[in-house]
């Protein structure tokens, strides 16, 4: 079955930086459009950031360009979010997912805390 597992998240400075993970399985992953998602307490879950199947495009958020990177490894099925100079406002849980014949998949996310 499809399943996309982050992991990666934790407690982190303003100013520092983390390196999320996805893995993926279950499906063919080198063809599809992978996506980070999060959501903050109280607000609504936000697309962060997108790369197309083969990595040549990536598309962001204004809030986070400059800032995070988002990359892939097709050989290893895995989606990397890289995010520096984290502010206090990116505290959110972090969502990878993908959409399969028109059903979007989740992963469980993974829990990052920017605070000093």
């Known amino acids: 079955q499809v399943q996309v597992v982050e992991s990666g998240g934790g407690l982190v400075q303003p100013g520092g930086s983390l390196r999320l993970s996805c893995a993926a399985s279950?499906?063919?992953?080198?063809?599809?459009?992978m996506s980070w998602y999060r959501q903050a307490p109280g607000k609504e879950r936000e697309l962060v950031a997108d790369?197309?199947?083969?990595?040549?495009?990536?598309n962001y958020i204004d809030s986070v360009k400059g800032r995070f990177t988002i990359s892939r490894d097709n050989a290893k099925n895995t989606v990397y979010l890289q995010m520096n100079s984290l502010k206090v406002e990116d505290t959110a849980v972090y969502y990878c997912?993908?959409?399969?014949?028109?059903?979007?998949?989740w992963g469980q996310g993974t829990q990052v805390t920017v605070s000093s």
């Open positions: 279950g499906f063919t992953f080198k063809i599809y459009t």
């Open positions: 997912s993908t959409t399969l014949w028109g059903h979007r998949y």
């Open positions: 790369i197309s199947s083969a990595g040549g495009t990536t």
